[in-house]
């Protein structure tokens, strides 16, 4: 099991920047899969970002390339979302989510979630 705890959401004005945190405790030294995902009120949760433990490849959805990095601190067991450049229509709550094999885009294949950290961005 996974306990993940994201931290580091609040109010900025557009073309801010933020940096979320997600603290991985548990079964931590498998090598998982850490994404973020979004939901915006009245819309399905949005893929973001991920990252595999080892090699550290990356995978971005397109509306956040190039303003957004996603890094892994294996020893402190923590992922960090970057968020430069922000815009109001990434407001969102902004989740965590891992899982032991799959590396994709799809909410309903990760195992583990976070309780979400909320983002909000004013123009």
């Known amino acids: 099991q996974l306990q993940l705890v994201e931290s580091g959401g609040r109010s900025v004005q557009t073309g801010g920047s933020l940096r979320l945190s997600c603290a991985a405790s548990g079964r931590t030294s498998s090598d998982y899969v850490v994404a973020w995902f979004r939901q915006a009120p009245g819309k399905e949760r949005e893929f973001v970002v991920a990252?595999?433990?080892?090699?550290?490849?990356?995978l971005y959805a397109d509306s956040v390339k190039d303003r957004f990095t996603i890094s892994r601190d294996s020893a402190k067991n923590t992922a960090l979302l970057q968020m430069n450049s922000l815009k109001p229509d990434d407001t969102a709550v902004y989740y965590c989510a891992a899982d032991d094999r799959y590396f994709g885009v799809l909410a309903r294949a990760y195992h583990y979630w976070g309780q979400g950290t909320q983002v909000t961005v004013s123009s």
């Open positions: 990252i595999r433990r080892s090699g550290g490849t990356t």
